[in-house]
């Protein structure tokens, strides 16, 4: 079965998410959880975060992930389980634009870099905002993949591989920087941003978080970059990261609001 666009696999996940843990556990705090509270996490992947949320909330409380991936959603139950948490861990397979929950249902919700791979994130965002309770906290993180930069000479192939990802190969590459217009459009409260910037001088990291080998193959086959310039653009980094002095980067986008 083809995947759909954009798709990582549950180990690209992990190694993205080791590096972004300090941000996450941001995301958890402004989610201002309490015991025996609901929450969602939307967009769950293999329950990386529904994991870490288990002991925020207690036994008494409950944690639901939710994600269309029945694969992932597969495997998240499986870790809940391994991690002994799977009496109040439940993952399901739902579609964002409507979400099978009732109205006020969570006292929180999260989303983590799922917004980036929706033609509606409006919709999604309508739907978070729903079925969250008066006063409860709906939280967003998310990339802005036009903020991409790597250090190279080769400005022009950069900048549309970079414009290759953001439009072509995601569905909404530019999410992070639409949330704050998003989050004001459903009347949230206390609306609150973060950036954070992710930058690394490891080129063989960058590459994998940035799924350059995929990002490049797709963009020779759409005659967005020649067979010679991408041979330039590669053996151009090759050489920076032989020398010490590759350097990249990209930010993240946090958004927290109120339900009123």
């Keep these: 079965m083809s995947q759909p666009k954009g798709y990582v696999d549950p180990e690209f ?39 870490h949320l288990a002991p925020l909330v207690g036994i008494n409380g409950q944690v639901i992930g939710a994600d269309y991936d029945e694969a992932m959603i597969a495997e998240a139950e499986q870790r809940a389980e391994q991690a002994g948490v799977n009496a109040w861990v439940k993952h399901k397979r739902v579609d964002a ?25 409006a919709q999604a965002l309508s739907e978070m905002t729903r079925v969250t309770k008066p006063g409860g906290w709906v939280i967003v993180l998310d990339t802005d993949w036009g903020s991409l930069s790597t250090d190279s000479d080769e400005t022009d192939i950069e900048r549309r591989l970079v414009r290759f990802l953001a439009e072509a190969y995601l569905h909404n590459g530019y999410s992070g920087r639409k949330l704050y217009r998003l989050f004001k459009q459903q009347n949230l409260a206390d609306i609150s941003f973060e950036v954070f910037p992710i930058a690394t001088p490891n080129y063989a990291l ?8 995929i990002i490049e193959k797709e963009a020779l086959k759409s005659n967005v970059i020649t067979t010679e310039e991408l041979s330039r653009w590669q053996l151009g980094l090759e050489q920076a990261a032989s020398e010490g002095v590759y350097f990249s980067s990209v930010n993240l986008m946090l958004f927290a609001g109120r339900k009123e």
Excluded: W
């Design 206 to 213: 960058a590459r994998h978080g940035t799924q350059a080998e």
């Design 97 to 121: 634009m409507s979400l099978p929950f009732e109205t006020d249902f969570f006292d929180s919700c999260r989303s983590e870099r799922m917004f980036q791979h929706l033609t509606n994130p």
């Design 13 to 51: 996940l992990r190694i993205v998410g080791n590096q972004i843990n300090h941000i996450k556990q941001r995301s958890y705090s402004l989610m201002q959880i309490q015991l025996n509270h609901k929450v969602l996490d939307l967009g769950c992947g293999p329950g990386t975060d529904t994991i």
